[in-house]
T-cell receptor
């Protein structure tokens, strides 16, 4: 158990719909990251937050958005869903943001993921 | 465009050491090498990281060459539960880029 929680575990929805995925980081971690893993694909970095502020963007579609709240939990919003959005979505957290010099504090701990199926 | 190169797959006999290589020839002087693994569709699991010196923890050992252009993750006594995809990662800017990794299969 990494200490990172994600809800829901599974989500089935229809094309065109909107869903919200939730992530609670490990206690004390200020950084949150979101990743997408499609079937037989590698992990794709989507977005990073640090203490409520967006810090880095990866391959995140304009239909997707995220935020980190004052209590440090984060939500990933996926809208106008398409079949190709079906994937595992992982959240990770770390004490300090990935990208700062130094190690250890950058170590990311991943949640169990949310499996999204768009029909 | 991960900055690392790993063999796509490896096999290892149960109880033997598994040695997983990684090339990271463009690594910068202050960048750490991280290793993660992903068992089936679970969330990636942190294994170990290092900068210059060899590192060891309860899960594995990390051997980094003197020129830092490559490293080897060693699982000293592989078990069937170590079957997973292993990722070697070097930071690319603010991104954590997972390549394809090495699919390690531990066989009885």
């Amino acid at each position: 158990d990494s200490g990172v929680t994600q809800t829901p575990k599974h989500l089935i929805t229809a094309t065109g719909q909107r869903v919200t995925l939730r992530c609670s980081p490990r206690s004390g971690d200020l950084s949150v990251y979101w990743y997408q893993q499609s079937l037989d694909q590698g992990l794709q970095f989507l977005i990073q937050y640090y203490n409520g502020e967006e810090r880095a963007k990866g391959n995140i579609l304009e239909r997707f958005s995220a935020q980190q709240f004052p209590d440090l939990h984060s939500e990933l919003n996926l809208s106008s869903l398409e079949l190709g959005d079906s994937a595992l979505y992982f959240c990770a957290s770390s004490p300090t943001p990935w990208g700062l010099a130094g190690g250890g504090g950058e170590t990311q701990y991943f949640g169990p993921g949310t499996r999204l199926l768009v029909l | 465009d991960a900055k690392t190169t790993q063999p796509p797959s490896m096999d290892c006999a149960e109880g033997r050491a598994a040695n997983l290589p990684c090339n990271h020839s463009t690594i910068s002087g202050n960048e750490y090498v991280y290793w993660y693994r992903q068992i089936h569709s679970q969330g990636p699991q942190y294994i170990i990281h290092g900068l210059k010196n060899n590192e060891t923890n309860e899960m594995a050992s990390l051997i980094i060459t003197e020129d830092r252009k490559s490293s080897t993750l060693i699982l000293p006594h592989a078990t069937l539960r170590d079957t997973a995809v292993y990722y070697c990662i070097v930071r690319v800017g603010k991104d954590m880029r997972f390549g394809a990794g090495t699919r390690l299969t531990v066989k009885p």
